[in-house]
């Protein structure tokens, strides 16, 4: 894993302006993650219909694929598990991620691309987006599971991508999620030329691995309670900071992020 990355090409995210008087002790960046918290997929399941394909392309075997639950996990980790029993390390399939991404991309651009809705968007995910978008206190990252480029084809096609303004952390980066939260932050501080503590830093998800995950680094957490495979009895387990059913309500969405 390195930090010196390139962003990748399709990616919008661009420098903005700052509002200069917004003491920077008291600003939040909040860290979302994509599925599950933004956006799910219409049909259940339907994740493995362009990545056993891809899997198949580059790996000739799907592996345990087809029987796996993945939600929570980056797409690298899911990989690792659904091939590792094929004989294949982490080391085998980091020497080819830039073929497993080519092949991912256009494995969901052919599922994307028939012209049927094929994600939706979450409760009040816009208008929260756009509230903290519009307030001083907060700027937004992703810190997803996701592959970059698919990371972005999924906020393209939602139409959220101008929310995102900071540099984030994806799922072809590390196939730990805990690794991700700092990877962003050393980004979006270099970005923003701020000295920032973790717990300036928020991660928004739907899974126990997106608490752990901040808790790894020292972020906060708010737990949004719309994934499709996790009780909120497993998230509450997990201890978040804060717990949201869904982000329906924007003034107890503001007043639960004002508290962290
Ligand atoms: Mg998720």
Redesign the pocket.
Known sequence: MTNERQTDPDSPFHPVSLSPTFPVSERRILLW?????LMRSVRAGSFKDYTIPMLEEVFGTAGRLPEMKV??MTDLQIVGEALKHEGFTHEHIRERVHELRESYMKAMRKFTGNGEEVFQLLPGVRQALQAVHDHPRYQSALVT?NIEPAAWLKMEILGLSEFFTLPGAFGDESHDRRDLPALAAERIRKHLQMELVPEQFIVI???PN?IECAKHFGARSLAVDT?RFYTTDDLIACEPDALLPDLSDLELVMGRLDGL
């Open positions: 993650d994509i599925d599950g918290t939600s929570g599971g998800g739907d899974t997106d994934g």
